[in-house]
């Protein structure tokens, strides 16, 4: 990997410049933010089909007769449960129960298996990997400099999927496999950031250009767009997925953050275990909780949060929701389990907003079948 403080640069780079995109600096990647509009793109992908640049995540290769008992030791879930085809998203955890980073865990075969990390992390991420894989028969291989990757996203996404990959098309969610596109070998895999369904191509970058440049061409009749970061965001915010760094981070541990599903205690040793199993016992005392605006306003990362006119918190994340038409957020409020239906408001810019604590996902899209 590397080790330059200069912004980086996906090899479709390029290709957004010739589209329009809006570049901004995205924890030192120059990544388009949005194309035509934030609201546009958010609607294209849960109408229609988006596309996203997501090269800036990092893809590292974990192989060899130890490589499940390795990633069983740094993971909070049970990679053991994955198998052959199959992904899980998973956390990172360090000794105290905080999340290293968020993952996603792919079995690409029996004793290979890929793990995409955040952009922000990937090197940290290598390195924590590589300090925990002592004295495990397991070779990794941190691949995110050769490799792009393309999101596609939306009830649309199907048809174009077939078109480009009919292999691909044919995965469940939460598959995985590996196929060749353009003679190249390469890997697919069906989880998403959006809430709607959709593949994301993992290729290496002398093809993801073609690639990238195809899915726009044939997926014109499918209504096709390509969407920036900020309608990402949006959607993801929807649909209640969390952003490291934002909404996660090594000091909030995955109970607080209410993920404690994919702890899996049961499974043995694993780094955090005895930290997250107290934790279990006793209780959190704070959790990550979503906000809705009951009236007009657009909520912002840090934004304090009001419970019985007292602050209990600040959000994490915010942002005007268009498929609900109000302002959301998360943030971790101070106490144990905040209650759906809860009054609350949120300080904007001096102005309390009255507010109203809810369920996480926000929004639940009706073109997924219910557990997808």
């Given at each position: 990997?590397?080790?330059?403080?200069?912004?980086?640069?996906?090899?479709?780079?390029?290709?957004?410049?010739?589209?329009?995109?809006?570049?901004?600096?995205?924890?030192?990647?120059?990544?388009?933010?949005?194309?035509?509009?934030?609201?546009?793109?958010?609607d294209a992908v849960r109408d229609r089909c988006g596309l996203f640049d997501v090269s800036h995540m990092g893809q590292i290769f974990a192989t060899g007769p130890g490589a499940?008992?390795?990633?069983?030791?740094?993971?909070?879930?049970?990679?053991?449960?994955?198998?052959?085809?199959?992904?899980?998203?998973?956390?990172?955890?360090?000794?105290?129960?905080?999340?290293?980073?968020?993952?996603?865990?792919?079995?690409?075969?029996?004793?290979?298996?890929?793990?995409?990390?955040?952009?922000?992390?990937?090197?940290?991420?290598?390195?924590?990997?590589?300090?925990?894989?002592?004295?495990?028969?397991?070779?990794?291989?941190?691949?995110?400099?050769?490799?792009?990757?393309?999101?596609?996203?939306?009830?649309?996404?199907?048809?174009?999927?077939?078109?480009?990959?009919?292999?691909?098309?044919?995965?469940?969610?939460?598959?995985?496999?590996?196929?060749?596109?353009?003679?190249?070998?390469?890997?697919?895999?069906?989880?998403?950031?959006?809430?709607?369904?959709?593949?994301?191509?993992?290729?290496?970058?002398?093809?993801?250009?073609?690639?990238?440049?195809?899915?726009?061409?044939?997926?014109?009749?499918?209504?096709?767009?390509?969407?920036?970061?900020?309608?990402?965001?949006?959607?993801?915010?929807?649909?209640?997925?969390?952003?490291?760094?934002?909404?996660?981070?090594?000091?909030?541990?995955?109970y607080e953050a209410g993920c404690g599903w994919l702890v899996k205690l049961d499974k043995g040793e694993f780094i955090g275990r005895s930290a997250l199993a107290a934790q279990?016992?006793?209780?959190?005392?704070?959790?990550?909780?979503?906000?809705?605006?009951?009236?007009?306003?657009?909520?912002?990362?840090?934004?304090?949060?009001?419970?019985?006119?007292?602050?209990?918190?600040?959000?994490?994340?915010?942002?005007?929701?268009?498929?609900?038409?109000?302002?959301?957020?998360?943030?971790?409020?101070?106490?144990?389990?905040?209650?759906?239906?809860?009054?609350?408001?949120v300080s904007l810019r001096g102005r309390e907003v009255p507010a109203e604590v809810v369920e996480v996902p926000f929004y639940r899209s009706p073109h997924l079948k219910k557990?997808?």
């Amino acid at each position: 990997m590397t080790t330059s403080t200069l912004p980086r640069r996906t090899a479709l780079f390029e290709s957004h410049q010739r589209l329009g995109g809006r570049i901004v600096d995205f924890h030192g990647w120059e990544l388009p933010v949005q194309y035509e509009s934030i609201i546009k793109e958010h609607d294209a992908v849960r109408d229609r089909c988006g596309l996203f640049d997501v090269s800036h995540m990092g893809q590292i290769f974990a192989t060899g007769p130890g490589a499940l008992e390795f990633l069983q030791k740094v993971n909070a879930n049970d990679i053991a449960r994955i198998n052959p085809g199959r992904s899980a998203y998973s956390h990172l955890p360090n000794e105290r129960g905080g999340v290293v980073d968020d993952v996603i865990v792919s079995c690409l075969a029996k004793g290979r298996y890929l793990v995409v990390v955040n952009a922000a992390t990937s090197d940290k991420d290598f390195a924590w990997f590589l300090k925990q894989a002592k004295g495990f028969d397991v070779a990794l291989d941190n691949k995110s400099d050769d490799y792009g990757m393309i999101s596609v996203q939306g009830p649309k996404a199907a048809p174009l999927i077939e078109l480009m990959a009919p292999a691909a098309a044919r995965l469940p969610r939460m598959g995985a496999l590996e196929l060749e596109l353009y003679g190249t070998p390469c890997v697919v895999t069906r989880t998403g950031y959006t809430g709607e369904d959709g593949v994301e191509f993992i290729v290496p970058n002398h093809i993801v250009v073609r690639l990238w440049e195809d899915l726009i061409a044939q997926g014109q009749s499918f209504g096709v767009a390509p969407c920036g970061l900020g309608a990402r965001d949006v959607l993801r915010l929807e649909a209640g997925y969390l952003l490291y760094g934002q909404d996660i981070d090594e000091s909030h541990t995955t109970y607080e953050a209410g993920c404690g599903w994919l702890v899996k205690l049961d499974k043995g040793e694993f780094i955090g275990r005895s930290a997250l199993a107290a934790q279990k016992k006793d209780g959190v005392k704070r959790r990550l909780a979503g906000v809705k605006l009951l009236e007009r306003g657009v909520p912002r990362h840090g934004a304090p949060v009001l419970l019985d006119g007292r602050q209990a918190g600040v959000l994490c994340s915010a942002t005007y929701s268009p498929s609900l038409q109000a302002g959301i957020g998360v943030g971790y409020l101070d106490r144990p389990d905040p209650v759906p239906g809860t009054k609350c408001a949120v300080s904007l810019r001096g102005r309390e907003v009255p507010a109203e604590v809810v369920e996480v996902p926000f929004y639940r899209s009706p073109h997924l079948k219910k557990g997808a």
